[in-house]
């Protein structure tokens, strides 16, 4: 698992030691994730199948991409399709992936690299692995997440954040048996590069056999952990947590997280993703790749798409027979990768 490494996670900032009066979180809930295929037979496992939104909120849908070892010819993306009135956040953990909009956004990411597209008022965009790739074969892992806006914000103009790995920030915990990759939000006074609307934090960590995590969270966001892979426990109730399985956290300033004494040889470590967000509190109407307030809104956004308002397919992606690639309005939550 690339993503970001380091030979000693001593050299690192820490994050702090709990403070005496610290309230470590509880878990609330731990659901396993569902199998299924996105787009053109990208198989996934669907993180927050099961859960209620109000335990997500701010966030909508996430998608463990892999991990899968594709043999030459396999590797699958999706068609064109659009978004409106949510943030998608790709985060490559392995191999490599291209994404384009109708904004101009658009690159290829790989190992720790992410990418924040703001769908805002609309946009369309596709995302697949490149030629090289398909043709060669090979090791592909990631996680897509959706990040709900604000009413206030649904309309904004769409952009797009190319977060490189090098950009993360480092750090370990005190004891430096964990080591934190931080995409987004402030962890411990240590700010991420990700820039987002709603209130929030993104974290990738490695938790050595036997080590603990303590981790300092803000009070007003919510809490959830899942399981990239590895065994461990969660919560200051010790509840056990095994590969694709999401934990929901009570209310409190720390979650904590710790690592099994012994790993299977293929896991070593426990691979996380903690995320958290201050509620948005809001009304969700939301159908395929649409996230809005009202079911009359979810309607437009299908007319506005359907008389081409969500944008057109960049020119340098029309292939040269005057056919253009496929749109899909199809693949969203649930859907979409």
């Not at 967000?277 to 009202?294: D, K, L």
């Not at 359907?306 to 693949?331: E, F, K, M, W």
Request: hydrophobic share 35%; proline share 8%; no cysteine.
């Amino acid at each position: 698992m690339p993503a970001v490494t380091v030979e000693d996670t001593t050299t690192l900032a820490r994050v702090p030691v709990p403070a005496p009066r610290t309230v470590r979180r509880r878990v609330r809930s731990v659901t396993t994730a569902p199998r299924g295929f996105e787009g053109e037979g990208f198989p996934v496992r669907r993180a927050f199948a099961g859960v209620d939104l109000r335990d997500l909120d701010p966030f909508i849908h996430m998608d463990q991409m892999g991990e899968v070892e594709y043999a030459p010819g396999e590797p699958k993306g999706t068609s064109w399709h659009p978004h409106r009135g949510f943030e998608t956040v790709t985060y490559i953990i392995d191999g490599t992936f291209e994404h384009a909009d109708s904004h101009g956004g658009g690159g290829s990411i790989t190992n720790g690299d992410t990418q924040w597209m703001t769908a805002g008022g609309g946009v369309l965009h596709i995302e697949r692995p490149p030629e090289s790739l398909v043709v060669s074969g090979g090791l592909f892992h990631g996680l897509q997440l959706w990040v709900n806006l604000p009413k206030a914000q649904k309309w904004v103009e769409p952009r797009y954040q190319d977060l490189r790995a090098d950009q993360a920030v480092l750090l370990a915990s005190p004891d430096a048996g964990a080591f934190l990759r931080v995409i987004a939000g402030d962890v411990g006074g240590h700010a991420g590069p990700g820039t987002t609307y709603t209130p929030m934090a993104m974290v990738h960590a490695t938790i050595a056999p036997g080590a603990t995590l303590d981790l300092p969270w803000d009070p007003s966001f919510n809490a959830l952990v899942y399981v990239l892979s590895g065994n461990g426990k969660v919560g200051i109730d010790d509840h056990p947590v095994t590969g694709g399985q999401l934990a929901v956290f009570g209310p409190g300033d720390t979650v904590t997280v710790k690592g099994a004494e012994h790993q299977d040889s293929r896991t070593p470590s426990l691979e996380v993703v903690i995320l958290g967000g201050r509620p948005i509190r809001e009304p969700i109407a939301m159908y395929g790749p649409f996230v809005m307030n009202t079911r009359q809104e979810v309607m437009d956004a299908f007319t506005d798409f359907q008389a081409g308002r969500l944008g057109s397919i960049p020119a340098a992606h029309v292939p040269h027979t005057g056919v253009r690639d496929t749109v899909d309005v199809g693949s969203a939550a649930g859907q979409d990768s």
